[in-house]
């Protein structure tokens, strides 16, 4: 158990935190996807603007779990394990070691393709289009994580 009432406190408001933006991430992923995002549908998003809006959310969400798990939460799961944070690369590798994330290179790529749907959509709607499809396919992968993290706090009743 956690001595530190604040530390988890800080870890039970970021699990509730968590399962609403992956259940939000999967809902949006799930409407948007609802057939492969093509280049085509990229040119017409200033036409339609629910299909933009979606992709505004889609972009968000993922962006902002992915924020939410390696800024916040996953700081917190290695203090509480007695460890010292350090760089985002460092906890990560820490993370993979401790089965946490399948992956560090697979997190950064996440990150690059949330990088490249942010800056380069309204120049190239292929590259948003390949992003957005690349993004799709780790939305299970990033939720997945969550919820490996989210069973380590509960396993341990830091939850």
Same mark, same amino acid.
């Not at 280049?39 to 979606?54: F, I, N, T, V, Y």
């Not at 460092?90 to 697979?106: C, G, V, Y």
């Given at each position: 158990?956690? %001595?530190?009432?604040?530390?988890?406190?800080?870890? %039970?408001?970021?699990?509730?935190?968590?399962?609403? +933006?992956?259940? /939000? !991430?999967?809902?949006?992923?799930?409407?948007?996807?609802?057939?492969?995002?093509?280049? +085509?549908?990229?040119?017409?998003?200033?036409?339609?603007?629910?299909?933009?809006?979606?992709?505004?959310?889609?972009?968000?969400? !993922?962006?902002?779990? %992915? *924020? $939410?798990?390696?800024?916040?939460?996953?700081?917190?799961?290695?203090?509480?394990?007695?460890?010292?944070?350090? $760089?985002?690369?460092?906890?990560?590798?820490?993370?993979?070691?401790?089965?946490?994330?399948?992956?560090?290179? *697979?997190?950064?790529?996440? #990150?690059?393709?949330?990088?490249?749907?942010? /800056?380069?959509?309204?120049?190239?709607?292929?590259? !948003?289009?390949?992003?957005?499809?690349?993004? /799709?396919?780790?939305?299970?992968?990033?939720?997945?994580?969550?919820? #490996?993290?989210?069973?380590?706090?509960?396993?341990?009743?830091?939850?």
């Amino acid at each position: 158990m956690i %001595q530190d009432t604040k530390l988890r406190l800080r870890l %039970q408001f970021l699990s509730r935190v968590v399962r609403r +933006e992956c259940f /939000h !991430l999967a809902g949006t992923d799930q409407r948007l996807f609802d057939k492969p995002f093509s280049a +085509e549908r990229a040119k017409q998003l200033d036409s339609d603007p629910e299909q933009a809006e979606r992709v505004e959310a889609f972009v968000g969400r !993922l962006g902002r779990l %992915q *924020d $939410t798990i390696g800024g916040k939460l996953l700081p917190l799961i290695l203090i509480a394990l007695g460890e010292t944070p350090a $760089t985002m690369i460092d906890n990560l590798d820490r993370a993979e070691r401790l089965d946490l994330i399948k992956s560090t290179d *697979d997190w950064l790529t996440m #990150r690059k393709l949330r990088n490249q749907m942010v /800056h380069e959509y309204v120049e190239d709607p292929e590259i !948003l289009s390949n992003a957005l499809q690349a993004g /799709h396919e780790y939305t299970a992968t990033l939720i997945s994580t969550a919820n #490996r993290m989210l069973d380590e706090l509960k396993e341990r009743g830091w939850e």
